[in-house]
């Protein structure tokens, strides 16, 4: 079982839709949970960060962690095709060298 | 802020040859650099982490002596893929963790790289 599983997608919604996207791991040590956001051929860009449990919000993008269930999302509100991206969730432990391990990403195509 | 650069985003070499991807973080400091490859359709395989000033840290698998890093500066790291075969062609995207930010990772914009 890999740390972190992320299904590839690739998810097709119509614009305006809410999309979900999630991460689930197996690490109880992760603290630190990212989501990054990757257009084709480019670098991936820092969306959210959240450290430990609970929600937070930033326009349309709402990130939630549940330590208890050991699952990650991402939602995102009024979704644009300009969404249309590869979101990675990434994860890191305290302590060390804070290196994070990646979901293999979920491709999201929203469609006008 | 938190700008990352790559150079170059794109190269193709011969077979046999070096090749030398810098990194540059435009805008702050950055006492740590990873360097990452990325196959189609896969996530991002962490090849090593370099701390300016010392030796990078090679995940296992990857050598060190084909994927030269040095981090010479606090914005600046290179990678040079010496010897280069056709099985080394990907993409290979370099990020850097702001000085004191224990947590935050900007990456560059990637370097795909083809060899013929």
């Known amino acids: 079982q890999k740390e972190v599983e992320q299904d590839p997608g690739p998810l097709s919604v119509p614009e305006g839709a809410i999309v979900s996207l999630n991460c689930t791991y197996s690490?109880?040590?992760?603290?630190?949970f990212m989501w990054y956001r990757q257009y084709s051929r480019k670098g991936p860009e820092l969306l959210m960060y959240?450290?430990?449990?609970g929600n937070k919000e930033d326009g349309r993008f709402t990130a939630q962690v549940d330590k208890s269930s050991k699952y990650i999302s991402l939602f995102i509100r009024d979704s644009q095709p300009s969404d249309s991206a590869t979101y990675l969730c990434a994860m890191s432990a305290t302590g060390g060298s804070y290196i994070p391990t990646f979901g293999r990403g979920t491709s999201l195509i929203v469609h006008p | 802020g938190a700008v990352v650069s790559q150079h170059p985003s794109w190269v193709i070499c011969k077979s046999g040859t070096s090749v030398k991807i810098e990194c540059r973080s435009l805008d702050f400091q950055a006492t740590t650099m990873f360097w990452y490859r990325q196959f189609p359709k896969q996530s991002l395989m962490l090849m090593a982490t370099s701390n300016e000033g010392s030796k990078a840290t090679y995940e296992q698998g990857v050598e060190k002596d084909k994927f030269l890093i040095n981090h010479a500066s606090l914005t600046l790291s290179t990678l040079t893929v010496t010897s280069a075969h056709p099985e080394d062609s990907s993409f290979y995207i370099c990020s850097a963790r702001q000085t004191g930010k224990t947590y935050e990772q900007y990456f560059g914009p990637g370097t795909r790289l083809t060899v013929t």
């Open positions: 959240t450290y430990s449990s």
């Open positions: 690490n109880s040590a992760f603290q630190y």
